[in-house]
C-alpha cells in the first residue's frame, strides 16, 4: 500500500495547490512606464497627436490674422481728339483689409476653443485607448489562468490515472476503471489544450494592438479589495478627469466662439490703401490713399444665427452626457462592489468542492468507494475553480477599470489646465 498512500498524498496535495493558488498576492498589471509608452504609441493616439499639432498650426494662423495685401496694376492709353495724340499711362495700387480690434479678441478666442478641443479629443484617445488596453490585457490574463488551472488539473488527472492502475494492480479495482480514467484525462486534456489556445490567441491580439508592452505577469492573482470611497466620490473623481466629457464642453465652446466671430463680422469691412498713377505721357503723376467698406448682406445675419443653433444644440448635449457620464459612473462602482461579492462566493464554493474532491480522492485512493464519485466530484471542482478564477479576473479588471476612468492608474493627462492626482 506504501504506492497507494503515496499517490494519495501527491493527489492530495495536488488538489491543495488548484484550490489554494489563487490567493497569492501578485503583480497582475502591465508596468505603468511600459503602459503609457504603448498608450502614447497606439494608432488612436498618434492620429489624435497629428491633428492637435494640426490643429496648433491653424490657431496661430488665426491669431495672426487672416487679412492680407492686395497688389494691383493697369496699363492704358489714352487717346485724344488728335489721333496724333497717344498717351501711356499706368498705375499701381496697394491695399489691404483692417481688423478691428473686436474681431481680432473674437479671433484669438476662437483659436483658444479649437486647440482645447483638439487636446481633449488627444485626452479622450487617451483615455480609450487605455480602456482597450485593459480590456484586451485581462483577455490574456483571464485566458492564461484558465490554461493554468486547467494544467494544473492535469497532472491531477494523471496522478488520478496512476492511482487506479495502482488499485488494479493491487487487485482493489476493476480494469474497467481505467477506461473511465482515461476518458477523463483525455477530457482534461483538450479543454487543457483549448484552453492554450486561446492564451496564444489573446496573447497575440494584445500584441498586434500593442507590439511594445511586454506581456509578463505573476502566476497568482491577489484577491480583488473592495473599491475605495463612496460611489460618490467616485462619480465627482470620474467627472473632474472624464475627457469626453472635456471634448463635449469644448466643442460647445468652439461654437460660441464662431457664433462670437461671426457677430463681429455683422459689421462692415474696412479696407485701406495707396495707390500711384503715372498719367499724360509721364507729365502727370498722382499718388493717393483709397478707404473700402465692405457693406454686410443677410447671410451673415443667418450664419451667426446658424452658429448659435449649433452652440445651443452643443451645450445641450454636454449636459445630457455629464448626466449620462453620472450614471454610468455610479453603476461601474456598484457593480465592482458586485464583482468582489461574486469572487468571494465562487472562491468558498471552489475551496469547498476541492475539499470535497481531495477526500473522495483519498478515500479511493485508500481502497474506499469506487471510481465515479472520484470523477464525479472532481469535474465539479473543476468547473468550480474556472468560475472562481473567472470571476477573480472580472473583479480584478473591474477594479482597474474604476482606477483608470478617475486616471488613478496611468497618466493620461495634455493640458496644464487641469489637475490630476496618480498614486
Known amino acids: 500500500m506504501n504506492v497507494v498512500h503515496k499517490l494519495s498524498l501527491a493527489l492530495t496535495l495536488a488538489f491543495a495547490a488548484s484550490a489554494f493558488s489563487t490567493v497569492a498576492r501578485a503583480d497582475y498589471l502591465p508596468d505603468p512606464a511600459a503602459a503609457e509608452a504603448a498608450l502614447w504609441a497606439s494608432p488612436t493616439v498618434a492620429q489624435a497627436r497629428g491633428e492637435l499639432a494640426a490643429q496648433t498650426l491653424r490657431s496661430e494662423s488665426l491669431q495672426r490674422g487672416r487679412e492680407e495685401w492686395t497688389l494691383g496694376a493697369d496699363v492704358l492709353q489714352r487717346h485724344i481728339d488728335d489721333p496724333r495724340e497717344r498717351q501711356a499711362e499706368w498705375g499701381v495700387a496697394l491695399s489691404r483689409p483692417l481688423r478691428l480690434p473686436g474681431r481680432a479678441e ?105 507590439p511594445g508592452l511586454p506581456l509578463a ?89 446658424a452658429a448659435e443653433a449649433l452652440a445651443a444644440v452643443a451645450q445641450d448635449a454636454a449636459l445630457r452626457l455629464e448626466e449620462r457620464l453620472r450614471l454610468v459612473a455610479r453603476a461601474d462602482f456598484e457593480t465592482a462592489v458586485a464583482q468582489v461579492a461574486i469572487w468571494q462566493q465562487a472562491e468558498r464554493s471552489a475551496q469547498a468542492l476541492a475539499e470535497a474532491a481531495r477526500l473522495s480522492a483519498r478515500a479511493y485512493a485508500l481502497g474506499e468507494g469506487s471510481l465515479d464519485p472520484v470523477l464525479v466530484n472532481r469535474r465539479l471542482a473543476l468547473d468550480a475553480a474556472l468560475q472562481a478564477r473567472q470571476a477573480q479576473v472580472e473583479a480584478l479588471a473591474m477594479q482597474a477599470r474604476l482606477k483608470l476612468d478617475a486616471h488613478r492608474l496611468w497618466p493620461l493627462d495634455v493640458d496644464a489646465d487641469v489637475a490630476h492626482v496618480h498614486p
Open 106 to 210: 473674437a479671433d484669438r478666442s476662437l483659436a483658444s476653443a479649437l486647440t482645447a478641443h483638439a487636446e481633449a479629443s488627444l485626452g479622450e484617445a487617451l483615455h480609450e485607448s487605455g480602456r482597450q488596453l485593459l480590456g484586451l490585457w485581462f483577455d490574456w490574463l483571464n485566458a492564461a489562468e484558465q490554461a493554468r488551472a486547467l494544467l494544473d488539473q492535469l497532472a491531477v488527472a494523471e496522478q488520478q490515472l496512476a492511482a487506479v492502475n495502482a488499485r488494479i494492480r493491487l487487485g482493489e479495482a476493476a480494469r474497467a476503471e481505467r477506461v473511465n480514467a482515461e476518458a477523463a484525462l483525455g477530457q482534461v486534456r483538450v479543454q487543457q489544450q483549448q484552453a492554450a489556445s486561446r492564451d496564444q490567441l489573446a496573447r497575440s491580439r494584445l500584441r498586434a494592438h500593442f
Open 217 to 305: 505577469a505573476d502566476a497568482g492573482l491577489p484577491a480583488p479589495p473592495s473599491p475605495e470611497g463612496t460611489a460618490d466620490d467616485y462619480v465627482t473623481a470620474v467627472l473632474e478627469h472624464n475627457h469626453e466629457l472635456f471634448r463635449a464642453r469644448r466643442q460647445a465652446g468652439v461654437l460660441q466662439a464662431e457664433a462670437r466671430k461671426l457677430a463681429r463680422h455683422r459689421g462692415v469691412d474696412p479696407s485701406v490703401g495707396g495707390f500711384y498713377r503715372n498719367e499724360a505721357g509721364g507729365n502727370e503723376h498722382v499718388l493717393g490713399l483709397n478707404l473700402g467698406l465692405t457693406l454686410p448682406g443677410a447671410a451673415r445675419r443667418t450664419d451667426q444665427q
